[in-house]
């Protein structure tokens, strides 16, 4: 096991966790903007961890650029549709959840 | 090495499946628009890990397409999905 190798799974393996972590925000959470706030936030950093586990193994340049095309695209993607879930949600009267509410 | 990229893969989408309860059984309309930052993330990821496990480089421009079409559906439903609620204009409690 090289030292890519090392890295490239410890990366991976953290990207899972943040995965991991946001499917429990999501199921735990008690409000529609507390689960849109951990779903883009934790899938984006576990999507960008496991692009960087796999950037240590891309056979080719061009390939890891692609990588990071990707992530990005992500990135810009989950930000508006969380911004017009957020919004929408904000416009049809969901009134944010304070710490005083029923679960 | 390579053994843990499909154990990876199969992992997220585990976590996708038991996402898409919290989807199903939202009570609001927003929670089933998760659906589409679910698949915008986790879809990809799904897809990135398994054009590695495979080493085929066209699984790559399918998780782009994927993320680019996550980005236009999600986008499509937050505006399109709603029309009829406002004309109720219902209260949503959580």
């Known amino acids: 096991m090289t030292t ?12 899972a966790v943040f995965f991991f972590a946001g499917t429990v925000g999501l199921l735990r959470f008690p409000d529609v903007y507390t689960r849109l706030h ?8 576990g999507l960008g961890f496991i692009m960087l586990g796999l950037l240590l193994q891309a056979p080719s340049p061009a390939t890891a650029l692609k990588l990071v095309l990707i992530w990005l695209l992500a990135l810009a993607a989950s930000a508006t549709v969380g911004f017009l879930i957020a919004r929408r949600a904000r416009q049809n009267g969901i009134v944010p959840w304070q710490s005083g509410d029923r679960r | 090495m390579n053994t843990l990229l499909p154990i990876l893969a199969v992992f997220l989408l585990g976590n996708l499946l038991v996402a898409l309860l919290r989807v199903a059984r939202g009570p609001t309309p927003a929670d089933r628009l998760l659906a589409a930052l679910l698949f915008g993330t986790t879809g990809v990821a799904i897809l990135l890990l398994l054009a590695f496990a495979t080493a085929s480089a066209a699984l790559l421009d399918a998780a782009l397409v994927f993320a680019l079409l996550a980005a236009i559906s999600g986008a499509a439903f937050a505006q399109r999905a709603w029309r009829e609620e406002q004309a109720e204009a219902a209260h949503d409690d959580d």
Request: charged share 15%; aromatic share 4%; proline share 0%.
């Open chain 1, 38 to 45: 951990a779903l883009a936030k934790a899938d984006n950093l």
């Open chain 1, 4 to 15: 890519t190798e090392i890295a490239s799974f410890i990366l991976l393996l953290t990207g």
